[in-house]
């Protein structure tokens, strides 16, 4: 039986060092605690294990429970929902039944191995019914939620079939953390719009309990981009890869994203085609890498973004590129993390554009690489990140022609502007890391 249990939809294990594993596993291990989550591999049906002190405790998911819950009810419809509807959602009754069977496998799981009293952190938009179950069940928890994405507009969750009980789901913890101020305030909108409760501040009453809703913004293991910024070989790669773009030459523009259409990919690149068509860069002077990893390409909204990536990147290379030097490098790869630094040191403009992200850990991760306090920023204004790096060239990535300033901006911006504007930015990163996300979160749950 454990006192602290990690609930989420993926397991820490071939996970790679991610954020929300580097900040919960040390948490996790310190007080004898467990992991709840599926393995990645669907009818698989591991043992529960030990896994780096932590107590693993696997939830199957069968081929279908992938298609319905995963594919289709996270990812086809909360995921577009959730993100201002940027590609329509879809609505289907069985995805919405698998949703509930699987999170309430989940909720079992974690009963099944949570300690009396113990305290609970369920996570994201996969496991939005938890919380009230486990609240069901198990009365005597002390329930945390952190959404990783946005919470919608009042107007635009009220589309959601079965709404209410995604309200009901989540008012089940005790603390519902999200990425921003406003969508805890859209939150609890929403519980007085569908369930006639009444706010005050950040809390409501709800079933003789009292309830916060409240921003917790995520960030990154900051020590570990700054120990492989710092890593004499990440740093000959990035002199390498400068070299092998055309040197200090040429101006080095780089993306990094998730092949999502939520990063407004296509919109960042049809902006660096229109530079070059109009002549504001040119192929001797600028180059764009972008680096698109796969994901979730089973599900049909990705295949259509990808052809459209792929059709664009072509159209700008044989329109614009030369023998042996295209102005436009694209990456259909998964890369490690020292290859990811070694692209942040390299890189003169980081351009993260997309049209809504909860947060953006690629924005703070750039920031947290420039030991040298070199580079610039372009960032989306619709990013969770935004609110604190307000020492970005912030950009409205709808308007193509804002994008263009925004780049065009950072371009003419002298080294020293530069120098202070990301000095200030790491300022706040290296204050605000996740493990300090992490205890600020369980501080004020208790
Ligand atoms: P994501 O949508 O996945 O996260 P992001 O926050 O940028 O977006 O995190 C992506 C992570 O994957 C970063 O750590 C990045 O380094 C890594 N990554 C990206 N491309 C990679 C590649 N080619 N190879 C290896 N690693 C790569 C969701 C929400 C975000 C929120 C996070 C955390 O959508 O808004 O910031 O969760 O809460």
């Not at 079992?108 to 113990?118: D, I, L, Q």
């Not at 706010?199 to 921003?215: C, F, K, L, Q």
């Not at 780089?254 to 229109?274: F, M, N, P, S």
């Not at 680096?291 to 044989?318: D, F, H, K």
Request: no cysteine; net charge negative; glycine share 8%.
């Amino acid at each position: 039986m454990n006192q602290f249990v990690v609930v989420a939809n993926r397991l820490p294990v071939d996970a790679g060092p991610g954020g929300l594993v580097s900040a919960l596993q040390p948490i996790a291990r310190s007080s004898g605690g467990a992991w709840v989550g599926w393995t990645g591999n669907p009818g698989e049906r591991p043992e529960p294990f030990e896994h780096e002190g932590v107590h693993i405790q696997p939830v199957e998911l069968s081929g279908e429970d992938v298609d319905h819950y995963y594919e289709g009810q996270s990812n086809s419809t909360i995921w577009p929902l959730f993100h201002d509807a940027v590609e329509p959602p879809v609505h289907r009754r069985a995805w919405r039944v698998a949703y509930e069977a699987v999170n309430r496998r989940f909720a079992e799981a974690t009963a099944s191995v949570a300690a009396e009293g113990a305290t609970v952190w369920v996570h994201d938009y996969q496991l939005l019914l938890v919380p009230a179950m486990l609240r069901r069940d198990r009365p005597d928890l002390r329930i945390g939620f952190f959404l990783h994405i946005p919470f919608p507009p009042v107007e635009l969750f009220m589309q959601l079939p079965r709404r209410t009980d995604f309200v009901r789901g989540l008012l089940g913890a005790d603390l519902v953390g999200f990425q921003q101020p406003l969508a805890a305030q859209n939150f609890l909108r929403l519980t007085t719009q569908l369930l006639g409760l009444h706010p005050e501040g950040e809390r409501v009453a709800y079933e003789g309990r009292t309830v916060t809703a409240r921003a917790f913004p995520i960030s990154i293991d900051v020590a570990e981009i700054e120990k492989l910024a710092a890593d004499p070989e990440v740093q000959r790669d990035a002199a390498r890869l400068r070299k092998d773009l055309g040197g200090d030459r040429r101006l080095l523009l780089l993306g990094v994203d998730r092949l999502d259409y939520t990063k407004g990919i296509d919109q960042r690149i049809e902006a660096y085609g229109e530079l070059l068509a109009d002549g504001t860069i040119s192929n001797d002077e600028a180059v764009l890498v972008q680096v698109a990893t796969p994901s979730r390409m089973r599900v049909a909204q990705y295949q259509q973004l990808r052809e459209r990536v792929e059709r664009e990147v072509g159209r700008i290379n044989g329109e614009f590129g030369d023998v042996g030097r295209a102005p436009l490098h694209y990456l259909f790869q998964s890369r490690t993390r020292a290859e990811l630094v070694a692209l942040y040191l390299a890189a003169d403009i980081m351009l993260v554009t997309p049209l809504r992200d909860g947060m953006n850990l690629v924005a703070k991760e750039y920031v947290a690489a420039r030991r040298d306090e070199g580079g610039a920023l372009v960032l989306s204004e619709f990013t969770g990140a935004a609110s604190e790096l307000d020492d970005a060239f912030l950009v409205n990535p709808y308007d193509v022609d804002d994008l263009k300033r925004g780049i065009g901006a950072a371009i003419a911006t002298g080294p020293e502007e530069l120098t202070a504007r990301m000095r200030r930015m790491r300022e706040r990163v290296r204050a605000h890391d996740v493990d300090r996300w992490a205890r600020d979160f369980l501080d004020v749950l208790g």
